[in-house]
């Protein structure tokens, strides 16, 4: 009688480890998958392709205004990005980064937006020294312009911040961009 109970008790064990097991390795699998594809986002803007690497993709969500001097802010959220042509010919494109107008109609924030005056943009190219500037010097949002080789690519970097000021501004005002890579005649 002792080994029959023993027995049973085994096999319910056994059968416990084995889902617990089997559980454990779906999960694992289904939180990886979740977790990459959010990281590397594609966009086809037709001859190229643009891979953003954080789970934020293009967009530039700044939630609070804090402003920082330009050490802090060089230290501040990176977001990268690769531009690739992967076709035969040389294609000419132009990074722009416009407002995100669906994310401030959604959050009904319009009157909260901090101005391109108070924010200053850091775009590095290829591993370069970054270049800053405050965001209203860029003439029609457009960050950079350039023409990539067939079969090539480049490494982007955008870090955006608050300037230190004296202008007087609401501490709950925040900034909402989107990164667009625009080809030229397309």
Not at 52 to 74: M, W, Y
Not at 149 to 168: G, T
């Amino acid at each position: 009688m002792y080994q029959k109970y023993y027995r049973r008790h085994m096999i319910k064990s056994a059968i416990i480890i084995i889902f617990l097991f089997a559980f454990a390795i779906i999960s694992t699998y289904l939180i990886y998958q979740s977790f990459s594809s959010e990281r590397e986002r594609d966009i086809d803007t037709g001859e190229m392709e643009v891979v953003f690497h954080s789970k934020e993709g293009n967009k530039i969500n700044l939630t609070r205004f804090t402003p920082v001097s330009d050490a802090i802010g060089l230290s501040s959220t990176e977001y990268d990005f690769t531009v690739k042509n992967s076709t035969a010919n040389s294609v000419s494109y132009k990074i722009v980064l416009e407002p995100n107008t669906n994310r401030i109609n959604k959050d009904n924030c319009m009157n909260k937006i901090i101005p391109s005056e108070l924010l200053k943009l850091s775009l590095r190219v290829d591993h370069q020294a970054p270049v800053a500037k405050i965001l209203s010097e860029y003439q029609e949002n457009i960050l950079y312009e350039d023409t990539l080789e067939a079969n090539s690519e480049e490494d982007y970097s955008i870090r955006l911040w608050a300037i230190n000021s004296d202008f007087v501004i609401d501490r709950d005002s925040h900034y909402h961009g989107i990164i667009k890579v625009i080809e030229e005649g397309v």
